[in-house]
């Protein structure tokens, strides 16, 4: 995928995300997204990111590019940026869905926690209870 793949690439130049990143005109930290998979550059910085880089863009999004019959390059990136940019948004939702998940997991326990805190008294009772009947059933 192009995150790992840029990451690869970047660290096989030398280059630190700052270093890359002031070639490229743009701030660190789009660098940083772009190699967690949070982003991808738009078509025209992904062209000059090859460059700086010296690979081919296809290298770089990790597949063959076909251009059509009267399509651009840049039209042809834009496209595939469009597809990863898809996949994002889908591992973006399905990260939220878990996150969202682990909290309320972690809500009930906490409550449950909580609720045992609050009702000791009610564990001796039954405790008790428990002795009563076993009493009962074994004098």
């Not at 990451?7 to 890359?20: A, H, I």
């Not at 998979?37 to 700086?52: H, Y």
């Not at 909290?103 to 009772?125: E, N, Q, R, S, Y």
């Amino acid at each position: 995928m192009f995150s790992d793949n840029l990451k690869t690439m970047r660290k096989e130049k030398g280059f630190s995300q700052e270093q890359l990143a002031t070639r490229l005109n743009v701030v660190r930290q789009t660098i940083s997204k772009w190699e967690k998979g949070l982003s991808v550059p738009d078509a025209e910085l992904l062209i000059q990111l090859a460059e700086v880089l010296d690979v081919e863009v296809s290298d770089l999004l990790g597949e063959k590019i076909e251009i059509s019959e009267g399509q651009s390059k840049t039209d042809a990136l834009a496209l595939e940026l469009a597809k990863l940019n898809e996949l994002l948004v889908v591992y973006g939702n399905k990260l939220t869905a878990l996150k969202k998940k682990a909290v309320i997991a972690i809500a009930v326990i906490l409550f449950v926690i909580f609720v045992c805190a609050i009702f000791g008294p009610w564990t001796d009772m039954w405790q008790e209870f428990g002795k009563n009947i076993y009493h009962m059933f074994n004098d």
